[in-house]
Structures are given as C-alpha cells and as structure tokens.
T-cell receptor, first 110, second 113 residues
C-alpha cells in the first residue's frame, strides 16, 4: 500500500524566514498531493494541492513542488508569520483514499 | 449552514463497551472516510465508503465497524475488540474518490476510562 513519509517532525524558524517540509511517497499511481494545516484543537484544512501533471504550484506565500520521478514533493512557506504556527500534513491518494504523512509541527518565533 | 458534523466532541468509554461516533454531512458528497489521529502519527485510515451500502477497510480497521445506510451519514462504532481506542477521530467527506479536497468534521476525542 501507499506509504507517505514526512520530514522534519518539528521545525522552528524565525518570523520572516522560509520553511520547507518534505514528503516522499511509494505508490507510482498516486496523482494527487494535498497539504493540510491543522491548528491546535481544530480540524485539518487544505492549504494547497498539486496534481501529477504539474511540477510546481504557488499561492501567495505558499508553494508546492512535485518530482514524480523521485516520488517526492515539498511545501515551501516564505516570509513566515506567527499565525503560520501549526501542524502541517502532506498526503497522497491511493485507491480512492488519501494516505497522510505523520505531520510537521511548525513553530514561528516572533 | 453546510458542512460535516461530528458528535459528540468528547466521549468517555468504559473498557469493554462499544461506542458509536456520529458523522453527518449535507454537502451531497459521495465519499466519506474515518481517520484516527494519535500524537506524532498523523492520520490513519480506518474505513471509507464511496457509495451508500458499500464500504472498504482502511489500514487500521480491526476493532471498528461502520455502516452507510444513507448518503449523509457514516457512523463509526468502536468495539471492545479495539485494544487501544483512546484517540482523536476525524470524519471526512469528498465530492468523489480521494483525489479532491477533503472536508473534515471537527473531530471526536474518545477516552477510555
């Protein structure tokens, strides 16, 4: 089955710096790769996604890159702000279901 | 107010008891999913359903059961066979399949006492 690995598990950056979170997946049939943000005690919410026919996608301060050959994709957050502090999950689709990574706790220090 | 609703928010269960977690959506989504969230382990798939009266096991289905009698509802029963049920449970719905945005409920925190 699909295995999604996510690194790092925790990440601390200074406000204004960039943050990068990386994920790898195992199922070559996966073609949809979303990223979710979960604030403490709240439900996960989609922040950006990418499909396998696209190599990069950007939405304001957030960007995602995908390397299908290497089976890895990354989330990039620029000009980080304290409100970016949360747990971030990557995911990949497998047999009509999403498999999630183990999460990265991002802390942005003011 | 459209969305996906889980109830209750907090649930306490005695060892040996079965409990049922509710998940209802009015988004007219075909697909509904149950995930379990433990600290440091992300979201793990328990069961999912693509259509009414049909569902499939996920990665950690042992000790759980589900039903899908109505499109809007996908209840999860945590049975006494689940040895470590204390966790945060999230229900999600998709317009179709697993290659679109997932809409999550607010979650149910289950504690065994």
């Amino acid at each position: 089955g699909e295995n999604v690995e996510q690194h790092p598990s925790t990440l601390s950056v200074q406000e204004g710096d960039s943050a990068v979170i990386k994920c790898t997946y195992s199922d070559s049939a996966s073609n949809y790769f979303p990223w979710y943000k979960q604030e403490l005690g709240k439900r996960p919410q989609l922040i950006i996604d990418i499909r396998s026919n696209v190599g990069e996608k950007k939405d304001q301060r957030i960007a995602v890159t995908l390397n299908k050959t290497a089976k890895h994709f990354s989330l990039h957050i620029t000009e980080t702000q304290p409100e970016d502090s949360a747990v971030y999950f990557c995911a990949a689709n497998r047999r009509r279901a999403l498999t999630f990574g183990s999460g990265t706790r991002l802390q942005v220090q003011p | 107010d459209g969305g996906i609703t889980q109830s209750p928010k907090y649930l306490f269960r005695k060892e040996g008891q079965n409990v049922t977690l509710s998940c209802e959506q009015n988004l007219n989504h075909d697909a509904m999913y149950w995930y379990r969230q433990d600290p440091g382990q992300g979201l793990r798939l328990i069961y999912y359903s693509q259509i009414v009266n049909d569902f499939q096991k996920g990665d950690i289905a042992e000790g759980y059961s589900v039903s899908r009698e109505k499109k809007e509802s996908f209840p999860l029963t945590v049975t006494s066979a689940q040895k470590n049920p204390t966790a945060f449970y999230l229900c999600a719905s998709f317009p179709s399949g697993g290659n679109t945005e997932a809409f999550f409920g607010q979650g149910t925190r289950l504690t065994v006492v």
